[in-house]
């Protein structure tokens, strides 16, 4: 039987939760099981690099592209700060890049949509089990992170959201291999029209090798960073934290 990196993914999210209701929080509280979940994780992200390299993921037709495309994670935001950007079409938004940059940025969107797009229609898997072909358009994140330049000691980037799981702030991570990947990019457009909220408006992140959750929504701030630890629940995203699942979401 074939078994899909999607639902190795959500199986290893409930098998963690299983241990906890089996009453096996011994076993999970353990830094040599952790730790060896973790190496495995490596391995797979190591494999998965080696086979790919820099290959891009699939692209589709426009004749090919899903009629209905549900949205995924949160369907709005009830930031009072996200709320007046909403509320003034983003006209006053921008976009704080800081870090371990050599030049802070602070871009609105209109400098985002000045600068070198990318177009591309891509398939997007959801750890849930559904997907959906949808059109995405915004610069890559590579031009923005040239733009700030980044500092030897850059190892992550880490997208900071306007919304909220289970209490605590929404956020992603991903590592300088897909930061830079031709196809990850800064969509501020969907379908050709510009992104709704629930779509996540005014921009979101399209890494487009990796499950629907590592794409983030609703960003307001990029920052570069050397390590993920100390940050938030210290497993580099919001799922990652809340339900354990792993941080290298590869298909």
């Not at 629930?198 to 920052?223: D, F, S, T």
Request: with cysteine; hydrophobic share 40%.
């Amino acid at each position: 039987m074939i078994v899909s990196r999607r639902k190795l993914i959500g199986m290893g999210a409930a098998g963690a939760g299983g241990l906890l209701l089996g009453g096996c929080d011994k076993l999970n509280g353990s830094e040599t099981f952790r730790g060896a979940l973790g190496s495995a994780t490596d391995l797979t992200m190591r494999s998965q690099r080696l086979l790919m390299g820099d290959a891009l993921a699939r692209e589709f037709t426009e004749a090919e592209m899903s009629p209905v495309f549900k949205a995924n994670g949160s369907l709005g935001v009830s930031d009072p700060v996200y709320r007046q950007h909403f509320d003034q079409g983003f006209a006053q938004w921008t976009l704080q890049v800081d870090g371990l940059v050599k030049q802070p940025l602070a871009l609105p969107l209109s400098a985002l949509r000045a600068l070198p797009q990318r177009t591309q229609i891509t398939r997007h898997d959801c750890v849930e089990g559904w997907s959906a072909i949808g059109k995405w358009q915004g610069p890559p994140l590579a031009a923005v992170l040239a733009q700030a330049g980044l500092l030897p000691s850059a190892r992550y980037v880490v997208f900071h959201c306007a919304d909220m799981l289970r209490g605590a702030p929404y956020y992603e991570s991903i590592d300088l291999v897909d930061a830079f990947h031709p196809q990850t990019i800064l969509a501020w457009r969907m379908n050709d029209q510009p992104l709704s909220e629930p779509h996540g408006a005014p921009i979101r992140l399209r890494v487009e090798r990796q499950l629907g959750y590592k794409q983030a929504k609703y960003i307001m701030r990029i920052e570069l960073r050397d390590t993920l630890a100390g940050l938030h629940g210290g497993k580099g995203g919001r799922w990652e934290d809340a339900l354990g699942y792993q941080w290298y979401a590869g298909i």
